[in-house]
DNA sequence: CGAATTGTTTGCGCCCCGACAAACAAGCGC
DNA sequence: GCGCTTGTTTGTCGGGGCGCAAACAATTCG
């Protein structure tokens, strides 16, 4: 395997005010992987052997509940950490990671975090600084499940991932992985069939234009307005 | 002001693996304070000049949204950790906390955080540990949100409640503060409605108990069964 | 002690949206 | 190319639960 380079990974929020050294340190005990569509990075309750670091690709987190409901967590982009169950004090990764289009991560073995504690304090505190901002992402997403309508809540999720991962293209703004209808249903807690009868819909208001596994939002104004619910019932 | 004793803060999970000296110094830069029923230790959006332990009483922690809803994020009970907003790399409150009944916390300014962070690592990673559950229970928030019907929900909710302040009686478990159908209403996502039907019902199946602001849970068995859904719905 | 405030109960109608079903379309492997 | 699998569309039906409204009960306050 060719050795890896630190400029993989400096600019990255995660490793934000750390030294050349430090990275090429951190980067020096990775392992790099590639991981095929579809297939698991990491499932839950697995014992968590690593934590890793997305380098390309799109990663779906999901947790299934007893009775056979999966619910998406997030999308992870690059650049993001996942896995990282034992800052939070657990051993056990608590929800599954897919890869939802061929993805190269990096990976380190869970028994280096308390290392890396000691020795790249400001990695640890941008990792604190992740998990913060999931647990407001998490926050916002019980407040919109509390308030919110389906419509609104499929529209937020859109917008959402848009944010994340737009690609501007001619017409629109294309989310550039492979979406299908029942994903955004495991989202938003609704089903395959209605978010299909909201597209077509939207579709037919030159909202959104959809295909298979592929959604671009034409007019993101006024699907946002349909997101607060300041929008016309036409 | 009567001086603060480090047995307040002794053997409470914030402050597990410090040393009785380092609780002493701790507890000798806090103000202890006294809030009175239903006003605020904080509010939403303001400068988070203050982070807090919750020595006495039940505290609220709700959110807002532009279009007037309340959604309660969650109950904190004596030796809670409340607004540690800065752990997650904010200057501001991302929630509001209301006194249930008078309550007694110890508040810290928030300026001390990067010293307590230097001098106490253990403090902080204990807060850590904290903001860490509470993102799991945000998570299984969402997925309840997602998955479950409404009397579920208020099942678990009630559970939850139990699990965290019940107080044995002679006929069951006592929620051992002021609850009324509009607060179970905004922790679950429905209406005062909703729950007042759901509790009258469960009322005359001997499942709870319940009066003016004041809810029994008689039977916490059937009721986990009727929130996991194995319940015959007669 | 009466009036005002706050919390609870209950009825009714409607509508969102989930369940079920069936047909269709697109990609994939052989 | 042909079947098979996977994803999408669309119809119909029914019910859970919300909005609205009104009456009632418990507390608080003057």
Redesign the pocket.
């Known amino acids: 395997m060719a050795s890896l380079d630190r400029s993989l990974i400096a600019g990255l929020s995660a490793f934000q005010d750390l030294t050349a050294k430090e990275l090429d340190t951190i980067i020096g005990r990775a392992r790099s992987k590639r991981i095929a569509r579809n297939a698991f990075l990491f499932e839950e309750e697995q014992e968590a052997h690593s934590f890793f670091l997305l380098l390309d690709g799109h990663v779906r987190v999901v947790k299934s509940t007893p009775d056979g409901h999966e619910v998406t967590v997030r999308y992870i982009s690059p650049g993001e950490l996942m896995g990282i169950a034992l800052a939070l004090g657990r051993t056990t990764y608590p929800a599954s990671a897919i890869a939802v289009v061929d993805c190269v991560s990096l990976a380190w073995p869970s028994h280096q975090w308390p290392t890396f504690a000691e020795e790249f304090p400001a990695f640890v505190a941008n990792a604190y600084k992740t998990i913060g901002s999931r647990l407001q992402d998490a926050h916002s997403r019980v407040i919109e499940m509390s308030t919110e309508?389906?419509?609104q809540r499929v529209a937020h999720a859109l917008l959402k991932l848009v944010d994340q991962t737009g690609k501007k293209t001619g017409e629109g703004f294309l989310i550039d992985f492979p979406?299908?209808?029942?994903?955004i249903?495991e989202m938003t807690?609704?089903?395959?069939?209605?978010?299909?009868?909201l597209?077509?819909c939207w579709?037919g208001k030159g909202l959104v234009k959809?295909?298979?596994?592929?959604v671009t939002v034409l007019a993101p104004h006024r699907l946002l307005e349909l997101a607060e619910g300041r929008a016309e019932?036409s």
Chains 1, 2 share one sequence.
Not at 179 to 183: G, K
């Open positions: 309508q389906v419509d979406l299908s209808r029942q994903n249903a807690g609704t089903t395959l069939h209605t978010v299909s009868r597209l077509s579709e959809s295909g298979r596994q592929k019932k």
